[in-house]
């Protein structure tokens, strides 16, 4: 049985709820809907996450973090995709989805199979929104917080990580982590559209998917996103 969540994460499971299940419609309102790239998966996510975010805040009467959670990424569609594709890559195994956003991976992940799925995110509403994903989709998933890019891995199998070097100074801290959970023997899958924060010769390309675009402020319909591990 899971621990019980508190705190601030319980407060962003309580206020995700509540939007799910609130009448109407909108720009700023939670959908259930299946991914384009991955039609297994449903996810609750907004129709306009930056109008959503927006309204959330003026709730709230404070800054709220960017509801990343609230879309679907290119990255995490390919190595969803990719694990789909490949069950045998997270069946029976304990997979650990870093960053996990909605959760799309780690729902991939159980989909296929796996022993145990744990999805960790540093935003409260982000374990929230895995937590009413995964109920959504009927599969076991332990949504978890915290920075654990400084820590060593134990008990994960299959290390999974879907647009995380978004940036120069994430993808400084996240490589090392990378690097250092495929050193104990994990395996290291990484789903990258290609930011440009990648050194070159730094991964190695295992596939490469055509994916619809569904994030914000993308004008292309269609990006080429590669799955990648350390060499």
Known sequence: MLAPMRGATADALTEIEQEIDAPGGGLDRLRLVRIPFVPEVRLHLAEDAIVWWARMEAQAGHALPPPY???????????????????H???????????????????????????????????????????VNARANHVTVAATGGDLLDSDLDGVDLLVAGDVLYDAAMAARVLPFLRRAAATGTDVLVGDPGRGHLPAGALATVASYPVPTTEPAVDSPVRRVQVLRPR
């Open 69 to 87: 959670w609230a879309s679907v990424w290119a990255g995490g569609q390919a190595l969803a995709r990719h694990l789909l594709d490949h069950p």
């Open 89 to 131: 890559l997270a069946a029976g195994r304990r997979v650990l989805d870093l960053a996990a956003g909605s959760g799309l991976v780690a729902i991939a992940a159980a989909l296929a199979g796996a022993e145990r799925v744990v999805a960790n995110d540093i935003d409260p509403y982000a374990v929230a929104a895995v937590t």
